[in-house]
């Protein structure tokens, strides 16, 4: 089992949309939950950070961990073609980072 | 937000050489960077942590002796591919924190390598 289980999809929705992307993980010692965004062929950029439980909202985007439950969401409100990418969730305890595959998102105009 | 560069962006080189890979912390001081490398549509894998003025930490099934780390300032880390061969070609990218313990990871550019 990996650390760090993410659907990689692709995900495709119409501009506007709510989305939804989410990750589980399996080990408890994490303490911060991060998203990335990565356009092709690019370096990821970090969205949200979080430390431990509880929502974070900023803008559009919106990341809520459950440590009770191992899972962590990044919900993007009225969603836009420009945020078509690639979302990582990653996760840390002492700094090095474990990364989930990576969600492929497709907002069409 | 802070920033990191890397350099060079791309770079194609033949089999048998080696390529160096610059890793810069622009505005901060990193004690800990990190290089990672990334296949077409996989996610990221750390290769090794690199801690200033120390040997840097490498994960399971990375070669240290073809993977080159050295981080001989708070701002720079270096990656050397030695005896690079085509199926090293893949993406690679740098990160590095500020503060210790988990805080959050800020991103290289990456640096495409094909080797030819």
């Known amino acids: 089992q990996k650390e760090v289980e993410q659907d990689p999809g692709p995900l495709s929705v119409p501009e506007g949309a709510i989305v939804s992307l989410n990750c589980t993980y399996s080990?408890?010692?994490?303490?911060?939950f991060m998203w990335y965004r990565q356009y092709s062929r690019k370096g990821p950029e970090l969205l949200m950070y979080?430390?431990?439980?509880g929502n974070k909202e900023d803008g559009r985007f919106t990341a809520q961990v459950d440590k009770s439950s191992k899972y962590i969401s990044l919900f993007i409100r009225d969603s836009q073609p420009s945020d078509s990418a690639t979302y990582l969730c990653?996760?840390?305890?002492?700094?090095?980072?474990?990364f989930g595959q990576g969600t492929e998102l497709s907002v069409k105009p | 937000g802070a920033v990191v560069s890397q350099h060079p962006s791309w770079v194609i080189c033949k089999s048998g050489t080696s390529v160096k890979i610059e890793c810069r912390s622009l505005?901060?001081?990193?004690?800990?960077m990190f290089w990672y490398r990334q296949f077409p549509k996989q996610s990221l894998m750390l290769m090794a942590t690199?801690?200033?003025?120390?040997?840097?930490?490498?994960e399971q099934g990375v070669e240290k002796d073809k993977f080159l780390i050295n981080h001989a300032s708070l701002t720079l880390s270096t990656l050397t591919v030695t005896s690079a061969h085509p199926e090293d070609s893949s993406f690679y990218i740098c990160?590095?924190?500020?503060?210790?313990?988990?805080?959050?990871?800020?991103f290289g550019q990456g640096t495409r390598l094909t080797v030819v």
């Open positions: 505005d901060f001081q990193a004690t800990t």
């Open positions: 979080t430390y431990s439980s």
């Open positions: 990653a996760m840390s305890a002492g700094g090095k980072l474990i």
């Open positions: 690199s801690n200033e003025g120390s040997k840097a930490t490498y």
């Open positions: 080990n408890s010692a994490f303490q911060y």
């Open positions: 990160s590095a924190i500020m503060g210790q313990g988990g805080s959050e990871a800020f």
